[in-house]
């Protein structure tokens, strides 16, 4: 996927606040909880979601720009 890399590392710092990489979680839950969103691309999936699903308007930039707004 070709995004504007502002976009991509806005959704990649918002998924991993979410969802982190978390290694330590595998030794007492299970393998499936080290695998953070970036890993799993969901990152990826948002942005596309965001630009092709919903009313067939792009939204993923102006998104980033409502998330960078609102994280300064």
Not at 4 to 29: E, M, S
Not at 37 to 48: A, F, K, Q, R
């Amino acid at each position: 996927m070709n995004y504007d890399p502002k976009v991509k590392v806005t959704f990649g710092a918002l998924v991993d606040t979410i969802i982190p990489y978390t290694p330590r979680l595998a030794y007492g839950q299970g393998a499936i909880q080290t695998v953070g969103g970036l890993y799993s691309h969901v990152d990826e999936y948002l942005i596309w979601s965001l630009d092709h699903l919903l009313l067939n308007v792009p939204l993923a930039s102006p998104t980033t720009e409502l998330l960078n707004i609102a994280a300064g």
